[in-house]
């Protein structure tokens, strides 16, 4: 017989490191591909203004995001330096 487990709230902390650590990669695949795109609208525009205007809007806004991402991520890390404090672990104590 199978019998299933249920989860711990100690558990969480666990599924938030292991989301974290998704997440980040993912954001700049996200980022890569939004460049392709944008990269891809430009090039495709033609004589269309309104087309080459969406395609470097797209580019700006993924260059943005991109730069935006891994500043956070240096000011997490600059902080957890300088502090000693672990911020980017996550721990939950009853």
Do not use: R
């Amino acid at each position: 017989m199978n019998q299933s487990v249920a989860p711990k709230l100690s558990d969480l902390s666990i599924y938030l490191s292991h989301l974290l650590q998704a997440l980040v990669p993912l954001t700049g695949f996200l980022a890569f591909i939004m460049i392709l795109v944008g990269g891809f609208q430009i090039l495709t525009a033609g004589s269309n203004p309104e087309n080459l205007e969406k395609g470097k809007k797209t580019l700006t806004y993924a260059i943005i995001g991109l730069a935006l991402i891994v500043l956070s991520w240096l000011i997490l890390k600059t902080i957890a330096y300088l502090t000693g404090a672990h911020i980017l672990q996550f721990k939950i104590t009853l």
